[in-house]
């Protein structure tokens, strides 16, 4: 038994004081990525079932991303034991597509040493909005997901996030039985 | 059940992987306090049992205190719930006493908008090291203590700490059941 | 002859375009000084000129001096040639007085490296006002004055001053015949 | 005439206290540039001659030049009057060069916003080191270089560069006579 008031076994909303975790969560739905950076095959959310997981959706030439989101997930990746949390980019171009292929994406992340697994987002129709960030309602970049154990879509947040409630939101993401 | 590989009913180091928590953790001693601020009576540590506890050791004319230590604790006092956490300072003058009066850490506490409860660490013999560093055997300030619901020393860090990684060790005692 | 659109003959405002300096200079008054640190011993204004002055007038708690005005001044110090410009400290206290007095100032300047000299600026009537603080008009602390080679105040800015603007400032000061 | 202790008429090295800047200078050689942004027209050094240059060299995917180079030569285009300092940005690619193509530029000064002028560094033989990047003999990315009014090459720093030193040296050379 744990003293975290969460009953997911009911209707009620979940009592949960980080203000990065919804109340009310749902499952997350699977990627789409056409091309992996960092690892050996290519990662499906099904195969993370039993840890949590952290998506960081960006795009290489976004400020925010480049000078918040993306050295804040090197930290995550670096900090939390991948037997627990997998960490996860996702390269989700929207805008400027010519200037964000993989093969652009690759020396970005080459230079920046970006050391954990991306995925190209699948592009969408038209070239325009990818499908994975149309799956997730992304908004725009960088946002950041967490998604747990069980798969189900915990947290959804655009723009800059404070390391000390990221790093409690995914520490009770661990901690959680399911 | 919970998925921590944590047993407190054995000999075994706790499998834990946050750096700054302890493998084996010990009861905490109480703390001695001469006077409080920020609180309209007297704390202790007992009566904290139940919640886990964030003990900020620091002198108002240390460098490290004012730019880093004091800035976090405020963080973390703001960030938690205080139903779970209590964040207390803890004023322990090893030096340079006529400095840093309870009057002075008055004007201090004001200026710098602490908000957090702060108690003067009482005094020690020829008005040396104060009782409560003696007992928590601090090697100075800042130092960070964390104190698990059940009154167990779980950390004791000196020096700068990653937000990440408090959040992310607060959470884990927060989520622990006892 | 030098290039720079300054004419002090006249009653032309000067054109200048470091936001920092004043159009109409007028004669810096002389500081009062109670007590010196860091100097073997007491520097007057007037022993100065034909040097550059920069005066950061400061206290001991207040948090825009300690995070931004100190270190900012210590870099001055560390950088410009003693020979062209002569940093100093003013410690102006017209609050809080008890627990910034000159014992409590040498402390900090002890744990916070300054190495600058800072002379005690003198009490004023029933300890309010200091009487240096009174002369220079200053709102508050931190602020920053800088003095010509000729005596005359030339910048007087209270808060936060980004390291170019007073770079580029104190150099044109530097480089100014007189 | 001026107190600066810089006789250009002589063999002497120039006596001069700002670390950025070099005894010798020697003419600056000109630029070679294959395309233009931030400006209605081509620059040559040549036309900046009775003003300042800064000028910076980068490469967008650089992270000392996104993190530090290209931020702070933006404060000084922002902070120095243009009829005094010309601010210029060369883009000198000398790897990755697929990702780094001038469509890619345009979208990269468009996110970070950069407002100041950037010439393309004209390509190298067999796509390697840019013209004018050798004609400098620059070592790598970031590098700030700076002219004086006369033309002649005054400062060479690659790496991050402190705003005091480089506020202090560009004053220092506005207020120089030639």
């Known amino acids: 038994m744990t ?4 009953d997911f076994s009911g209707n009620h909303p979940l009592t949960i004081m980080n203000p990065l975790l919804f109340p009310y969560p749902q499952e997350a739905p699977e990627w789409s990525v056409s091309e992996w950076f960092n690892t050996p095959e290519p990662i499906t959310l099904a195969s993370l ?6 998506l960081h959706a960006f795009q290489m030439l976004c400020p925010g991303c480049v000078l918040h989101g993306v050295p804040q997930t090197s930290r995550l990746f670096q900090f939390f034991d991948p037997k627990d949390v997998a960490v996860i980019g996702l390269h989700s171009v929207f805008e400027n597509h010519a200037a964000m292929k993989p093969d652009a994406l690759k020396v970005f992340m080459h230079e920046f040493r970006v050391k954990f697994p991306v995925g190209v987002d699948t592009a969408g129709i ?3 909005i990818p499908v994975t960030m149309q799956r997730y309602q992304l908004r725009g970049t960088p946002s950041l997901l967490l998604i747990d154990r069980a798969g189900r879509l915990r947290s959804h947040k655009m723009g800059q996030v404070e390391d000390l409630a990221v790093g409690a ?5 661990i901690d959680e039985t399911f």
């Open 3 to 6: 003293h975290l008031l969460i």
């Open 49 to 54: 079932r039993g840890r949590v997981v952290v």
């Open 126 to 128: 038209a070239n325009r």
């Open 169 to 173: 939101a995914i520490q009770q993401l």
